[in-house]
Structure formats: C-alpha cells, structure tokens
C-alpha cells in the first residue's frame, strides 16, 4: 500500500537498522543509475513527491523516512537516537537494500541535506555515493568552522555575516527548549502549519504535508538537539567532501544565508554552484528546475564530466534554463542569446530573418547553450506567434526567460507619420511585446514556477523627442506595460524588466524609416545615423550584461547607457530640462 | 579564388613574397613550440630570435603575442595594452602571433592565429574570415572608396554575429600601407615600431594629405577615396565574446585597368588559405 500523495507504482519496502525500521519507496527502473532523496524537517519522504515523479522516467529513485518520521519507527529513546552517525547508519542499510553493487546519487534538502553532508564527508561512505546534491542544508562542521572564522577575525563584514545567519536560526534556539517545541507541533502549531507554509513560504497546497507532520517535527526536535550543539563546538577538521557536489541555493531562503557556502570550495574539490530565486522549500515550489538541475548533474557525472561546461556570468542561475530571444538575428538580440548561451541557457533563437535566426543558434551552441534552436517569426503577426507558442510549448517547454526585444525605428514629424507608418511601429514595437507576454507568460505564470520577463523598451519611453513621436510613444507603451505586467504577475513569483538602452550600436539605424523624406534621403539619412551610432559605439554586449544582470537582481527599469541613465534621473527629478532636449531638431 | 602568376612576378614583388612567406613560416615555428605556460612576452621573444637568427635585423613593427582573451582585445584602452604581457597560455586558449619583419629591404606584416588544442570557437572565426578575403579583394577591384569596403567588411561581420576588432587598432585600420625600406647599420624603434618603417609611412601620409588619399585604411573620412596602388597589409580582425582571429597579408594594388591585375593577394600559399581549400 502506499500513502496517498506518493505517486503510482511507488514500490515499498521495509529496511531494518539499528532497532528502527525505515520506509522506503522506489520508484522507476532498477538498471538505471540510482538517485536517492532525503528529506527534511519537518517533513516526509513525501516532501519529494513531485520531484520523484519527474526523475523516475530517467533514473532508479528512492526515498525513504528519516527514522522517527513519516512511517519509519522511532529509535527508542529518542535522545541519543538520532546522531549524524545512526543516520549514517540507516543511509548505509538502505543503500545496501536498494543499490548493493552500484554507488548512488544523493540528494537532499534541509535536515537530508545536513546529514547527507555527514554520508558524504565521512569515510566508511567512500565509494557508495556517486555524487550529492545539497539543497537548503549545509554540513553542521562546515558551519562550525564558518562560525569559528568569523568570531576569530571579526571584521565588520564578517560579524554581519554571523548576526545575519544567527537572526535567521531563532528557530533552532527555540527547538532546544524541552518539552515545549513537541507540546507545539502537537497542538495549534502542526494543525497551522499548512496554512504558514501557504502563506509564508508560498508552498502549494493539496495532499502535503502528511497527516504524520506533528509526531515527524515532534521526534525531529531531536535532530537539532542531538547534533547542532556538538558539531558547532567541536567541528570535524576532515570534513572533506568524496564525490562531486552540486550545490542548489535560493536566494530568498528565510533560514539560512547564502554566504553560508562562501568558503565552499574549500571543502568540495568538484563544487557546481546553482541559485534560484526562491523560498526555502524548493522540492515543492520549483520541482521543474530542481528536477532538470539534479538530471543534468548525475548525467553528467555518469558520463565522466562533473564540472559543467558553461562558465560565463550568471552560469550558477541560468545553466539549463530556457530562455526565448525575439529579434535574436542581429544587435541586443543577438547578443543576449549569446550571453544567456555563455550561462548554459536553453536558447530558443527568434527572427524575421531564418538565416539571422539560425546563425545566433549555431553560435549559441559553440559558446555553451547546450541546446539552442532558431525559429522564423514576424512578432507583429498575431497568427505566426500563437504558431510559435504552441510549437515551442509543445517541443522545448515552458520558458524560464522571455525577452521581448524584437523592434524598428522610425523618425520624423508628427505630421509626416502616416497611419501605415504608426500601424507598422505600433505592431512591432508594442503589439510584440504584447503577443509575447501573453502567450508565453501565460504558461509561465500557469505552470506557477516563476519566470522572467524582459521587455527591451528604450531610453526613448522617458526622453520626449520631436524626431522619434511614434517610436517613443510605443516604446513608452511598453515600459508601462512593463511595469503594470510586473505588478500583476508578482505574486506568481514572476519578475518583469524594461530594459531602456540608450543609443547602442546596432543595425536598427539602417533598417530604420524615416518619414517626409524621399528615398534616397531616406538611405542618407540611415547612413548617417549609422554612422554617428557607430562613432558613439556603445556595445549591445553590455546591453546584454545588463540583461542577465536585471534578471538576477528581478530589476524592474533598467537604463543602459549613461545617457539613458542620465535621462532617467532627469525624468524623474528635472522633466523641464528633458522637454528642453525634446525641442531641438537633429541635424540627420 | 584569385591568385597572381606567380612566376611572372616582378622582381621586387617576389621579394616581398620572400619575407611574407619567413614570417609565416616563423609563425607556424613558434605557433609549434606553444605549450602550457609560456608566456606573450616568451612568444614574442621566440618570434624575434627565429626571425633574427635568419637575417632580419630591421622591423616594421617588432612581434606581438596575444593569448586568451587578449586575442579579442578585450577591455583594451590604451595601445600600451597591446604589447606583450606575462598571460600564460592554457589548453584550449587562443593565440594570435604578429609580426612585420623587414628582410633584404622588404616588409612584411603578417597575422597569425591559432589555439592550443582544440578551441571551436576560434576555428568557427577563421573559417568565416574566408568571406572576408573575397569581399575586401572583390570590392577593391571595383575601385570602391577604402571607407565604403570598411563598412561593408563591418556589416558582413555584423551580419557574422562578430564584433570588428581591428577598430581596436591605431586609427582603427583594417590595413596600411607597406613599403620598401631603406637598410640602415642602426634600426632603432620607437613604440615598437621601426623608425625606418615610420619615415616611410610618415612621407607617404604627407603625399598622401596633398594628393588627398592616406597610407591608412580607416573607417574615417581621410580614407574616403578609391585603392592607391602600392602594396597594402589587410588584418581583418573578427572577435566573439573573448576569442579573437585575424590574417593579415599583402594586398597588391596597382592601377592596371585589367580588373584581375589591378588588386591580388601577393601570394596564395599562406596557411589560412590553405586551411579553407582542405575544408572544402
């Protein structure tokens, strides 16, 4: 029988150690390499529910209840039962059960992480772990000398540093408190837990926790009161990791600092770093990304490699992400698939222009996306990216990054713009930016994983200009729309950019039209304009940094250049000086 | 593909192709004797002492080593910055070796890159250079303005997906001209750069001014005219994202009104050349 939140065709068995009897599930083929899920506090093995479902189809997975939870027994008495050498134990006997000849894969969160960091720092583990990956749970000795380096040379920054991570443990004092913690998690605490894990920490409802919560967080006090102390006093000095490790952090974890994994390396000889903006219970609130990270790892280290091959900036928040570019065939574009692809993204490369398209994909993959492809679209036809969506839907999955940037250029008078010409602006610049959002934020924000979106807009959307009415006014369009999208979307975890650059040397001055003019005034003036972008040669590379920065950071309005930048303090604080600037007439 | 006769070529012509082929060959001895750890300045050295060893006593500029991303001049503000430094090579580093000898009175300036094991990266850069080649010799024997074939190389590097680097150059040329020099018993240099070649490049500028062309092949408006015969060295210079490539060879113009005969490169066998024909 299995418990209702375990997924179908889970197989159980019963694993007897040390007095305790542990549960453990099984799911996927038995040939294939093994990938063993330890839970935390307070939790079950079911805390990886999700998770499980989405590596069985590649791998062996199992999970099993830490003793005293879920439905393993409790060792007997409970002080002393549950030191970092019974779980040791207990890992060991499991192992034995479920992959005797064949060294195993470990992941772990929270409470599974700490003590997987003992499996996988001890000796007598040597050769039965593969690789670890550690989620929300440093080693107890790492921490202790974390904590011993920073009280013996307190600088400023250090002592912060300690006070920030003892803020963040107040729970771990309380826990050390006798008899109070159970009496809790036994009454009005257990039966509110579902709802502050909703509330705070933003964990989707449904069949977790486990009707066991109150007697798992009860026995797991002793997690905490057992161990902590100890290790924090007297840590292990050879606490040296012996398999590759993969370490996965969210930045917005309310228990534990990320600078707890500063000095890291030191540790772990074969260190991959990850970070995702989110909470502390990432089994439940980011199964997707958690489960591709954990594949992308074990396979690596099955097939011999590993460190990634990736190592641009940001490669620690990108590797493996799904990131989708429009106008991807020349200029920001192009650049930023090229900075996401250094970062290990998954770039979807999208142009008018097939073979533009194409060649961004082609060099995508030689600089480090592992998989890039190009796709032909016009972002103004409504038709051609509903196609788009579906396909890339359907083939690739739900982006993780969206980047609108698709746009053109035109100037000239007011009352030289035609209709046709403000229909032609206004269908590209914003009505792009509109299909894009809607189509693929939708499934972003349906899939309530997170996500971003960048929408480039332009210093144009603040700085007034008789020369550009309609491209600025569309531009100004997108940067609300920007900003409304950001508000909307903030609770499903989703962050919205705009990106104003500034003038940045691109192609868009020769596609560009210039209105009132004949044609071949029209060429003059493209060239001259080129040539003046060119002379002021402001790299859409660093426009692209500026992207991945404005990512990582969930940025909301990001000017470029200094003169984007200087115009967006103006606006803000002497509009009079921008509407001077407004009246003057370039000289094209 | 285009290629001079080599047999008929004048005397003097076949001494410049002399000295541009010892410089490529010193490229492809030094470029064989890189392994982990040496250093620009140890390359640039291995470059001197090879050439010098065989008679070149005089420079128009003395050889640079760059490695790394100091192949694509990355965060270069100043042309201090591109003289050798202590960058050590590393597996899988790319590596561009320059250097213009004077040899016999002749000069050569040529360009050479490569890695150390494989670099994908760099052997996608090299093989594009090819479209390169053809454009800049197409486009001179079309008798185009210098400054317009400037643009047109940068728009196909745009369109490449590259960054132009030899903007990064004195001037931002994508060639200048070479000459004959005069052999002197002392070749000082100044900046690396041989006086003896400076003088030459210093008169031809001032004939240049009057008669309204210039020796540098720049995207600025003194570059605003059609090819002036002589010979010039072309360095198109791509880069992407922190790996740079680049040849530079001889360009032959002279104001013959036979279209084959008004442009050539001075000489077919040169490595690049021959790594894109075995591609094919």
Known sequence: MTTPSMPKGARERRVHTGGVELCVAELGDPQQPTVVLVHGYPDSKEVWSEVAVRLADRFHVVLYDVRGHGRSTAPQPLRGGFTLTKLTDDFLAVVDAVSPDRPVHLVGHDWGSVQSWEFVTVGRTEGRIASFTSMSGPSLDHFGHWINARVKRPTPRRVGQLLGQGAKSWYVYLLHTPALPELAWRGPLGKRWPKILQRTEKVPGGDYPTPSLPSDAAHGAWLYRDNVRARLLRPRPDAYAHAPVQLITPLGDAFLSERLYDDLEQWVPQLTRRTLPAKHWIPRTRPDQVAAWIEEFVTSVEGGRPQPKATGRHADRFGGQLVLVTGAGSGIGRATAFAFAEAGARVVAVDRDAEAAARTAELSRLVGAPEAWAETADVSDEQAMEKLAEKVHRAYGVLDVLVNNAGIGLSGSFFTTTTDDWRRVLDVNLWGVIHGCRLFGARMAERGQGGHIVNIASAAAFQPSRALPAYSTSKAAVLMLSECLRAELAAQDIGVTAICPGIVNTNITSTARFTGVDEAEERRRQKHSARLYGLRNYPPEKVAKAVLDAVTHNRAVVPVTPEARGAHLLSRFMPGVLRGIARVEPKL | ?280
């Not at chain 2, 392994?35 to 500029?61: C, I, N, S, Y």
């Not at chain 2, 185009?144 to 400037?150: D, G, H, S, T, V």
């Open chain 2, 1 to 280: 593909m285009t290629t001079a006769v080599s047999s008929e070529l004048p005397v003097e012509l076949q001494g410049f192709r002399r000295v541009q082929r010892l410089a490529y060959e010193c490229a492809e001895a030094v470029a064989a004797r890189l392994e982990p750890g040496v250093t620009e300045r140890e390359a640039a050295r291995m470059q001197r002492e090879w050439l010098r060893e065989r008679g070149v006593r005089d420079w128009f500029h003395l050889p640079f080593a760059w490695f790394g991303d100091r192949t694509a001049f990355v965060n270069f503000r100043i042309p201090l910055q591109f003289f050798p430094t202590d960058r050590a090579l590393a597996p899988g580093m790319p590596f561009i070796l320059d250097m213009a000898p004077v040899y016999e009175g002749y000069t050569a300036d040529i360009g050479y890159s490569g890695s150390l094991g494989v670099n994908p990266v760099q052997d996608r850069l090299m093989a594009d250079l090819e479209a390169h080649r053809e454009l800049i010799l197409r486009e001179v024997r079309e008798r185009r303005p210098l400054r317009e074939i400037y643009e047109d190389v940068d728009r196909l590097m745009v369109r490449q997906g590259y960054a132009n680097r030899h903007r990064a150059y004195p001037f931002g040329v994508i060639a200048h001209k070479v000459d004959r020099v005069k052999q002197r018993r002392w070749s000082p240099h100044l900046f690396g750069f041989g006086t003896q070649s400076l003088k030459g490049l210093a008169a031809d500028a001032l004939h240049g001014h009057r008669e309204g062309w210039s020796p540098l092949w720049s995207p600025y408006r003194f570059s605003d005219h059609p090819p002036q015969p002589g010979l010039w060295a072309v360095e198109p210079h791509l880069g992407f994202r922190g790996t740079g490539a680049k040849f530079e060879e001889i360009l032959v113009v002279t104001d013959s009104r036979d279209p084959e005969q008004s442009a050539f490169w001075l000489d077919d066998d040169l490595p690049h050349v021959r790594r894109w024909a075995e591609a094919k």
